[in-house]
């Protein structure tokens, strides 16, 4: 038996001048995790990072 869910990869998100690398399937989940990832490590900007729209998130496959 074959388990056809496809593989995270590991994407670099980049906002503004802080990156965070994060293992997900599609783009979309990536801004996802790098928001969660992002909140927990600068608390004080979680209302900042929540409400950015996804266009500010430069996405790319991490090397």
């Known amino acids: ?3 056809h869910e496809t593989s ?5 998100v980049k906002v503004g001048h802080v990156t965070v690398i ?3 399937v ?3 989940e ?3 995790l790098a928001r ?3 909140a ?7 209302d900042i990072i929540r409400s950015l729209a ?3 998130f430069a996405v790319r496959q991490a090397a």
């Open 54 to 56: 996804s266009e500010r």
């Open 36 to 38: 969660r990832k992002l």
């Open 40 to 46: 927990l490590e600068m608390p004080r900007f979680y």
């Open 30 to 32: 990536a801004i996802a």
């Open 1 to 3: 038996m074959h388990n």
């Open 22 to 24: 994060v293992k997900a």
């Open 26 to 28: 599609s783009r979309e």
């Open 8 to 12: 995270p990869n590991a994407y670099q």
